[in-house]
């Protein structure tokens, strides 16, 4: 069964840091590009970051530029999101997905997501 799991979430100060973790199972990352995205409550989902399949290329959303960073580790399978100076609209459920390239094609298979929630 091909199955992507994200973890690491949780509740966090403002100004604090969190590192989400995303392994793949029934499949191997290193084909995949893998997006980040994270959806508020009572919001629409939004993309994050997207990584390319050798890590060698990376884009942030403008809202996260500077305090995420997303990487990946392709012999453990795993792909990372580093996140720092966390701010309380960085709060909701966080996900990842695969897809063949960051660009141009849709992400065909989703974790189960993670919450984030940033308060004080």
């Known amino acids: 069964q091909l199955q992507l799991v994200e973890s690491g979430g949780g509740l966090v100060q403002p100004g604090g840091s969190l590192r989400l973790s995303c392994a793949a199972s029934?499949?191997?990352?290193?084909?995949?590009?893998i997006g980040w995205f994270r959806q508020a409550p009572g919001k629409e989902r939004e993309g994050v970051s997207c990584?390319?399949?050798?890590?060698?290329?990376?884009n942030y959303a403008d809202s996260v530029k500077g305090r995420f960073t997303h990487s990946r580790d392709n012999a453990k399978n795993t792909v990372y999101l580093q996140m720092n100076s966390l701010k309380p609209e960085d709060t909701g459920i966080y996900y990842c997905?695969?897809?063949?390239?960051?660009?141009?094609?849709?992400?065909?298979?989703w974790g189960q997501g993670t919450q984030v929630t940033v308060s004080s």
């Open positions: 029934g499949f191997t990352l290193n084909y995949y590009a």
């Open positions: 990584i390319s399949k050798s890590g060698g290329s990376t």
């Open positions: 997905a695969a897809a063949p390239a960051c660009l141009g094609y849709d992400y065909a298979y």
